[in-house]
């Protein structure tokens, strides 16, 4: 089974500076690992991905992501903080898996607030 | 726009009361899921459909039922409405088996059952 963790429900941070959002994994094979970003009364939006190749991944609005295969970690990162950043942000996993279709789980969600 | 549309955006229900949620793409995806988010426990699958013409059930498909009309269109149904299903319901759409491309998220419904 795979499985993905947020350890924090929120986050706070100053407008300016750098923000991580944290996320963890568990899969049996190989990841596929995702980042979703949700501003309220709005669905998710597709943020960025880790599929294969470089460990760090650059997405949309300036975010990008470290894949740590030995911590088993996708943690969400920024250098400089927007007040519109603040919203809900997920972290989801796929099993690459050998054949049939498989399914995206996603985390608890975090909120993250930028503070101006 | 080329996207996930969902209806009705909000609706309130007395317990035992029966709805459908309509969910339509225009990506030609061939995989459609419907989740439901709480406070406190994210996203859960409720059930899904990886082609047309296959449904299964997700984590939490206890009280729901739902029909794959065609490729574009994926229902969700309450046959009678309890409390614990008050909820913000997504519909999601993706390629088979290509998921590393996204998924595409419709609006939601806020439901309510009183």
């Known amino acids: 089974a795979q499985s993905v963790a947020q350890p924090e429900d929120q986050v706070n941070v100053a407008e300016g500076n750098p923000l991580t959002v944290k996320c963890t994994y568990s899969?049996?094979?190989?990841?596929?690992l995702f980042w979703y970003v949700q501003y309220p009364n709005r669905g998710l939006q597709f943020l960025l991905k880790?599929?294969?190749?470089?460990?760090l991944v650059k997405g949309s609005y300036g975010f990008e992501a470290e894949f740590n295969k030995s911590q088993t970690s996708f943690h969400l990162k920024k250098p400089s903080a927007l007040v519109s950043d603040s919203a809900l942000y997920f972290c989801?996993?796929?099993?690459?898996?050998?054949?049939?279709?498989?399914?995206?789980?996603f985390g608890t969600g975090t909120k993250l607030q930028v503070i101006p | 726009n080329a996207g996930v549309t969902q209806t009705p955006k909000f609706q309130v229900l007395k317990t035992g009361q029966s709805m459908t949620l309509q969910c339509a793409q225009d990506?030609?995806?061939?995989?459609m899921y419907w989740y439901r988010q709480d406070p406190g426990m994210g996203l859960r699958l409720i059930y899904y459909?990886?082609?047309?013409?296959?449904?299964d059930k997700g984590e939490v498909p206890n009280g729901y039922n739902v029909s794959r009309l065609n490729k574009r269109e994926f229902s969700l149904r309450l046959e009678s409405a309890a409390p614990s299903q008050t909820s913000v319901y997504f519909c999601?759409?993706?390629?088979?088996?290509?998921?590393?491309?996204?998924?595409?998220f419709g609006s939601g419904t806020r439901l309510t059952v009183v």
């Open positions: 990506m030609n995806h061939n995989s």
């Open positions: 459909s990886a082609s047309e013409g296959t449904t």
């Open positions: 989801a996993v796929r099993d690459m898996g050998s054949g049939g279709y498989q399914k995206v789980t």
């Open positions: 880790y599929i294969t190749g470089d460990n």
């Open positions: 999601a759409s993706s390629e088979y088996n290509r998921e590393y491309y996204g998924y595409t």
């Open positions: 899969v049996s094979g190989n990841p596929y």
